[in-house]
């Protein structure tokens, strides 16, 4: 499955920076013509008059301390790019300081963990009883798309946090807590995901854990704020605040995607994707138990997608593709139950392995195990 992914956007890369670029990979990071860069991206095709995001992280990767003054007057928003530095750090450490190295190791890096990422996701559904190819289906995601053609690095804050999370789902959690802070250090708002892994350890009264995962990415990112504040001076003013309230910004960002009567399509499939996460939160939240790792794990993907299929207005046209696949019985079963079958009520499920997750023994010793095992 990992060749698979592999090989698909080897194939995107390869053809897209020949096609558009007469074969140099390095133009994927998307560097503007107006944008002012650091020397070492002198021999750097251009992509347009302004670029991507690539560009300024790629250019933080020559001079992850911002030393020179070149670097920060290189990026839009010093402090918010800075903010960000994980990714660019590792491929100054990479490249050995060579900043012309550091260009190549940043563009390898984004690649590479947007493969890792897929790779562990593949691994963790294979762990939990399921068929790794459902991985696939993050391969043609915008996330890692934007990683591969534009050289951005929220994989891999997306692959530290799975990381992260598959750790603490076996209980190591020393490793679980230094991942959590590169994911935190890569995209800050990471640190939402790491505050629900507080809670949860709050929650089973594994204080000690829950005290480190709180903590620790917090003092890192406070810890580099700081040094960043102390370089950069007034620039450190000129940043972006991504924590806000929910959707106050969407006045705001709707006169961006319909511009004199266009649609700016890659804002108005980011704003679909935020409406698609948030109608899964909505589905998931209505109906928790119905989420549960072991029941999944008795019964596969196909009656609970037919079951998200029913909530949203879909109901015959699921049943019809259940009928299809020759899984007759579970489409009897989700259509008569209206609650579904008693399952395990816990909403963070694939964090139980050590508890209640692992066999019938360990899941009648939970609170919810009784319903796990009548279900």
Not at 69 to 81: K, V
Not at 84 to 91: D, F, G, Y
Not at 224 to 233: D, E, I, T
Request: hydrophobic share 55%; glycine share 8%; aromatic share 10%.
């Amino acid at each position: 499955m990992a060749l698979v992914a592999t090989l698909f956007w080897a194939l995107v890369v390869t053809f897209t920076a020949n096609f558009r670029y007469g074969g140099d990979v390095r133009a994927l990071l998307c560097v503007g013509e107006e944008t002012h860069h650091p020397a070492a991206f002198g021999t750097v095709p251009t992509a347009g008059p302004w670029g991507y995001d690539g560009q300024q992280y790629a250019a933080l990767a020559t001079d992850p301390f911002l030393r020179d003054l070149a670097t920060s007057e290189s990026l839009d928003a010093p402090s918010y790019r800075a903010t960000r530095i994980m990714v660019p750090l590792l491929a100054w450490l990479l490249a050995l300081g060579n900043s012309g190295a550091a260009i190549v190791a940043y563009q390898l890096l984004c690649w590479g963990f947007g493969l890792a990422a897929i790779f562990l996701v593949a691994r963790w559904l294979a762990a939990e009883d399921f068929s790794p190819w459902w991985a696939l289906l993050l391969v043609t995601s915008a996330g890692l798309a934007a990683a591969m053609i534009r050289s951005t690095p929220d994989t891999a804050a997306l692959f530290f946090m799975l990381a992260a999370l598959w750790l603490y789902a076996r209980r190591r959690y020393p490793v679980a807590v230094v991942l959590a802070s590169a994911a935190v250090l890569a995209r800050e708002t990471s640190y939402l995901v790491v505050l629900a892994i507080a809670l949860d350890a709050l929650r089973r009264r594994r204080f000690a854990s829950a005290a480190a995962f709180a903590s620790v990415p917090l003092i890192m990112v406070v810890a580099w704020q700081l040094y960043l504040r102390s370089v950069l001076g007034a620039a450190f003013e000129t940043g972006t605040d991504n924590f806000s309230l929910p959707f106050i910004w969407l006045p705001e960002k709707l006169p961006t995607v319909f511009v004199g009567g266009h649609i700016w399509w890659m804002e108005f499939l980011g704003l679909c994707a935020v409406a698609a996460t948030v109608l899964a939160m909505v589905v998931v939240a209505t109906k928790p138990s119905s989420w549960a790792a072991p029941w999944l794990r008795r019964h596969g993907p196909l009656p609970l997608v037919h079951r998200l299929l029913r909530d949203l207005g879909l109901r015959a046209g699921a049943r019809r593709a259940a009928l299809s696949s020759g899984a007759h019985r579970w489409t009897a079963e989700c259509s008569v139950s209206q609650v579904g079958p008693p399952l395990c009520a816990d909403p963070l499920p694939a964090l139980r392995r050590g508890d209640d997750t692992r066999g019938g023994a360990r899941r009648a010793r939970g609170p919810h195990g009784a319903g796990g095992a009548a279900g």
